[in-house]
């Protein structure tokens, strides 16, 4: 059986760090992925992406985040909530100035 490339995360414990887990099944075989090693490199050189994953995989780990309470930090994360209040000031504007005829 192969398992593609998955990346789980999780809050480190007793540390203001986020950890990344990175395994694959390969031919009924668990690989893990070791610490990453940086390197000096030429910074207008072309490089590679040090993993690639799934979109599947983008999703698992942008779940894992969410539920570890990270949110972007321009606020997409609350869009829905943001559709509600203004689904909900739309209505109070027509309960104020249909249904209760006060003029603006």
């Not at 099944?25 to 993993?51: C, H, S």
């Not at 570890?68 to 609350?78: E, L, W």
């Amino acid at each position: 059986m192969n398992k593609g490339i998955e990346i789980r995360g999780q809050k480190g414990f007793g540390t203001k760090s986020f950890c990344l887990f990175v395994d694959e099944i390969r031919n009924g075989t668990f690989y893990t992925v070791l610490p990453v090693e940086m390197k000096k490199a030429d910074q207008y050189e072309e490089q590679q992406p040090a993993i690639k994953i799934s979109e599947e995989a983008a999703q698992i780990l942008l779940n894992d985040l969410w539920l570890a309470g990270y949110r972007p930090s321009d606020g997409t994360g609350n869009v829905g909530q943001l559709k509600a209040t203004q689904n909900h000031l739309d209505d109070m504007r027509k309960i104020t100035f249909d249904r209760l005829k006060i003029t603006q």
